[in-house]
Structures are given as C-alpha cells and as structure tokens.
C-alpha cells in the first residue's frame, strides 16, 4: 500500500496535567474521557514513550464497558497513522486483563492497551481507564508510566488516520491503512494457556460426577464469555452455572467488584438455603476473584496462602515453587507457609507490577493481594479465572469441603484475622492531612502501649526491588505490634472520586479454639486502636467504613 495517499491527520492540541496512571493506568470518569482530545492525548502519550512505532505489534482489548467500542476506534486509527506494524485486537474490543496479558506473551508482542476501570462501576456516568502494558505481558512499571505521563505534559499534536469506523468483530485479518488488524476470538489462547496449567480432567470428573454443585457470577462484566466457556463447555458444569454472563456496557447497574458487599446475588446463593459446593466471582475485567463454600467467604488473603500451602495438587507447580509474594498490607498467612514450606516470601507494594519483575527472574511463582487478587507466573497480571480453577483442582484432588480446607489450614499455621476497612470519597485534603499526622508521630511510636497491644515498629512502608534495585516510597504507614498484629493506612491509587483512605487490620491466633470468631469482632480492639492512633474519625468526620471486606 502507498502509505502517501492515506489520510493521516496531525491534529493539535494541549496537554492535559492529570494524566499521571495510578496503581493501575489512568483512571477517570467516563465524563473526563469524553472530553475533546482527553484519550487522543493519552494514547498518543503511549505511542511517544515507546522507542519508536515502526514495525511494532500491540494488544489491544477492554473489559467492554461504555466507551470500549469508542475508544478501540480510535486507538486503531491513531495506532495506524503512528505507524505502528499491527494491533491484535479481541473480537468486539473484549479481553479481560489475564487473556491480554496472555495473548501479548504468546504472541510475542511489544505490549498492549488495556481498556478498564476494574470493579469501578460503569456506564455513561461511571468510570473507564487505559492501562499500558509491557512485552513481558504486565502493567508498566512505574519508570514506563512515568515517561508516559512526562510526554502527555509536552503534548503538542497526536496522529490519526481519517477513515470510517473499523469492523472490530469479524474474526481475521484486515488492513487499516498501512497497519494489519488481526481480530482475535477473545477465550481461545487463553482457555489453551489455563488448560496446560490445571488438572482439567480431574476437575471435569469432579464437576461431572454429580454431587457437587458450583455457581459462577461473572457479575455481567468481562469473565461472562470465559465462565461459559471454560466452566460449561469445557468442564462439563450444566448451564446456568454462570449467572451474570452477559457482558452489559454498564454491568447492569452493578458494582463489578467480587466481595460480600458488592457480589451480593452469589452470596445470597451460597449463604441460602440448599447452596451450591462453591461459588465464585470476578470483576469488572477478570483479574480479581472472589472464592465462597458453602456458608463460607475464604479472605484473599488466606487464598493465596491455601493455594501456596497446596500448589503441589496442581500439575504446573507440583516439582515446586521457587517463592510466593504478596503486597505489604496483604496478610502474612502466606508467610507463614512459605516459612515451613521452606519456600522464599517477598512482599511489595500494593498493585500488580511490582511483581513482574520478581516473576520475570523466577523469584516468585504464586502473588496475592488482599484486595481479592491471586495469580501466578503464566501471565504477568492476576488472574480470576485461573484463581477459581486452582481451587476447584484444590477440592477435585482433596475431595473435602471448602470450610473443613481452610479451617484445617488455620490449625496448621495459624488464623490470620483480617479485614480491611475502606473509607471512599472522603474530602482530598483532610485525607492528605491524615496521613501527614500519622506520618510525623511514628518517630515516637516504638514501645507505646495501646490496651493490650504494645508499638513493635511503625513506619512508612519502601520498597527496594530485589531485581533491579529500583525504589518505591510512601507505599503506607504500617504499625506492628509486638504480638503480631498490625494495622496499615494507606490512600487508594485507583479511586476517582476524592480520596479513597484504606485502613487494613491483622492479627494473628494460633489457639484452633479461637479460630471461629467472626474477624470484626476479633479484630476490636486493633479497630479502635487505630481510630485513636489516627483520630479518622475526627479528622474526616466520618463514623464508619463505606465499605468492609
Ligand atoms: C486497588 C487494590 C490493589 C489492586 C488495584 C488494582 O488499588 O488495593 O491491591 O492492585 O486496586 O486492581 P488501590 O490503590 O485503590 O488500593 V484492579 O482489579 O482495580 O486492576
Ligand atoms: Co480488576
């Protein structure tokens, strides 16, 4: 093709000053979006911080959302008139996060764009988000999403090609100017990848054999065509075992985030009467994961322990696992594992790429967040999906219940009451000055005693990178006492609204006969001390969490 007869146009324009990414890429509301040149300038952020366009091959996929279609418009036509060699695209604009992770490493491609706001709610008053990966399939780190962010701020003009919208659903090959487009089905690599990792065959005979029953609730958010395929087709569970399923461009009016609070149709099914074995849900674009037994809600911070404590069922990482991580505030269940497994534990801050680099040197096989996130080094983001098939191999091989799993656990190693406590939308600066208080009394903390509890350490948690040395600070203010219970302040990175304070709280009890205490009320007295120690209360004027998971 004569590139010269194209109709590329260079359109000017002037830089936006909040288009720094966050813990997970650039999250606003869909109304910041939509103003004129806001994603044009962003994009083109992307494509002048990478090291040229030219013969470059990027992903291209969101959790299909309002605005998705738009936007992968629009990024097709800009990404042919940078010049970029080819976009594989999943058919409709869909992948969720864990499939175009998995199709940037198969494919061998120099990255990708990922359309999402996560669990955040959507629709045309609801959010969207653009998040860049890397060619080892993970979210930039933040050297990357640094330059992305110091280019929007010099942006003068961005490319794009003029030429009516582009056929996004047809499976095949197709030119857009001088640029291929290959659509892609959005499930096939990424069902082959989990089947190499899993027992699929003790998992469909489980499934198959009649006495146990599982619900999926896709939540009408992305995993909707995954859950179908993989849990119905393939597995052999009988229709209707996915709820949800559709993909909604607003999710139904929902909140796509998998927890008690939000997940609340899967919950009703599982805490009901005459439940189902185990039940599951995913998020807004399939990298969370919520797991439930009958009558019984696993923490994410003790699923990332139980499938480290059992990854040896698992046929991918039954010769061994080098190492688990877990973000800071994440319990430390899996420490606890990895101690007498006698398997290496790193913990980072809090968001998915600060593991890429511990997997990329196979340090850290398994990775857990507390924030219902699990996944493991087949891909380079956490994984919902593959977090609901790990369980299922767990209770195909063990054959017992999710309750007596989980609870034999906790007499092994120990509970790790947990909870996290978040408070949205509180005013900016009175959550900045919060934190500043904290901040200035830790110097003073070591050795005060708060009711039973006496300050072993407190301070504000950086990380140095074990592989390549580089330094995150301010990841939260962390106070340990000296019977290893702590509490965590940290300010969310991916909220929109406001300021988002999130107070994470732990304690440890190895006494098996005070393991089944509900962990609001075993987690009290750490609850009021932090209220004393950070006066929230008083400070935001608020007297109690918008939501607790
Ligand atoms: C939150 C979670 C964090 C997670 C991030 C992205 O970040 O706490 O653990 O990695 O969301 O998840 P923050 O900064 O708001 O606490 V997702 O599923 O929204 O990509
Ligand atoms: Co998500």
């Known amino acids: 093709m004569n590139t010269e007869t194209l109709d590329i146009q260079t359109v000017s324009t002037t830089p936006f000053t909040d288009q720094r990414p966050g813990t997970s890429g650039l999250r606003k509301s869909v109304v910041d979006f939509q103003k004129p040149h806001y994603l044009e300038n962003f994009i083109q952020a992307i494509f002048n911080s990478l090291d040229g366009c030219a013969g470059?091959?990027?992903?291209?996929?969101?959790?299909?959302?309002?605005?998705?279609?738009?936007?992968?418009?629009?990024?097709?036509?800009?990404?042919?008139?940078?010049?970029?060699?080819?976009?594989?695209?999943?058919?409709?604009?869909i992948l969720s996060t864990p499939a175009a992770s998995c199709v940037i490493r198969k494919h061998k491609t120099d990255?990708?764009?990922?359309?999402?706001?996560?669990?955040?709610?959507?629709?045309?008053?609801?959010?969207?988000?653009?998040?860049?990966?890397?060619?080892?399939?993970?979210?930039?780190?933040?050297?990357?999403?640094?330059?992305i962010f110091a280019r929007s701020k010099e942006l003068q003009s961005y490319k794009i090609l003029s030429c009516p919208d582009i056929d996004i659903d047809t499976i095949g090959t197709v030119q857009v100017g001088a640029m291929q487009l290959q659509v892609i089905d959005s499930v096939d690599d990424y069902q082959q990848l989990v089947e190499s990792v899993f027992d699929f065959d003790q998992i469909y005979a489980l499934i198959k054999g009649g006495s146990f029953?599982?619900?999926?609730?896709?939540?009408?958010?992305?995993?909707?065509?995954?859950?179908?395929?993989?849990?119905?087709?393939?597995?052999?569970?009988?229709?209707?075992?996915?709820?949800?399923?559709?993909?909604?461009?607003?999710?139904?009016?929902?909140?796509?985030?998998?927890?008690?609070?939000?997940?609340?149709?899967?919950?009703?099914?599982?805490?009901g009467k005459d439940a189902p074995d185990f039940g599951a849900a995913s998020d807004?674009?399939?990298?969370?994961?919520?797991?439930?037994?009958r009558n019984f809600f696993v923490t994410p911070s003790d699923s990332i322990a139980l499938m480290t404590a059992n990854h040896k069922l698992i046929p991918a990482y039954s010769k061994g696992i080098a190492g688990v991580a877990r973000s800071m505030p994440t319990s430390r269940a899996a420490d606890r594992v990895a101690a007498k497994m006698g398997i290496k534990c790193y913990e980072t801050p809090t968001g998915w790429k600060f593991f890429g680099n511990l997997m990329d040197a196979g340090l850290a096989n398994l990775c857990g967040e507390e924030s219902f996130g699990s996944g493991a080094d087949h891909i380079r983001e956490k994984d919902g999906v593959w977090s609901i098939l790990f369980w299922l191999n767990i209770l195909a091989?063990?054959?017992?219940?999710?309750?007596?799993?989980?609870?034999?656990?906790?007499?092994?190693y120990g509970r790790n009451y947990y909870s996290r406590h978040d408070y949205e939308e509180v005013d900016s600066e009175k959550a900045h000055d919060l934190m500043e208080k904290l901040d200035a009394n830790l110097a003073s903390m070591k050795g005060k005693k708060f009711g039973s509890r006496t300050v072993d350490f407190a301070d504000d948690f950086s990380y140095t990178d074990p592989v390549d040395q580089s330094v995150a600070k301010n990841q939260g203010i962390r106070i340990h006492f000296t019977d290893e219970s702590r509490m965590v302040f940290r300010l969310s990175g991916t909220g929109t609204r406001g300021a988002t304070i999130r107070l994470y709280l732990e304690s440890l009890e190895l006494d098996a006969a005070k393991q089944?205490?509900?962990?609001?009320?075993?987690?009290?007295?750490?609850?009021?001390?932090?209220?004393?120690?950070s006066q929230l209360k008083a400070l935001t004027g608020r007297d109690k969490p918008t939501v607790i998971t």
């Open 56 to 93: 470059k091959t990027l992903v291209v996929g969101g959790d299909g959302r309002y605005y998705n279609r738009h936007a992968v418009q629009i990024i097709l036509k800009m990404a042919a008139a940078n010049g970029l060699a080819k976009i594989i695209l999943g058919q409709g604009g």
């Open 111 to 147: 990255g990708g764009i990922i359309l999402s706001a996560s669990h955040n709610p959507g629709g045309p008053k609801g959010d969207f988000g653009v998040k860049f990966n890397i060619s080892n399939g993970g979210p930039a780190p933040e050297k990357v999403t640094e330059a």
């Open 213 to 271: 029953r599982m619900c999926f609730d896709a939540m009408h958010a992305v995993t909707g065509p995954y859950g179908h395929a993989i849990f119905e087709k393939r597995l052999g569970a009988p229709a209707g075992t996915v709820i949800a399923g559709k993909i909604l461009e607003d999710f139904g009016g929902g909140h796509p985030d998998p927890n008690l609070t939000y997940a609340h149709d899967l919950v009703e099914i599982l805490f």
């Open 284 to 293: 807004g674009d399939g990298d969370r994961n919520m797991i439930l037994g």
């Open 397 to 412: 091989a063990r054959k017992e219940s999710v309750a007596d799993i989980v609870k034999k656990h906790w007499q092994e």
């Open 516 to 533: 089944g205490l509900d962990a609001q009320v075993a987690l009290k007295e750490l609850i009021d001390i932090a209220d004393e120690v």
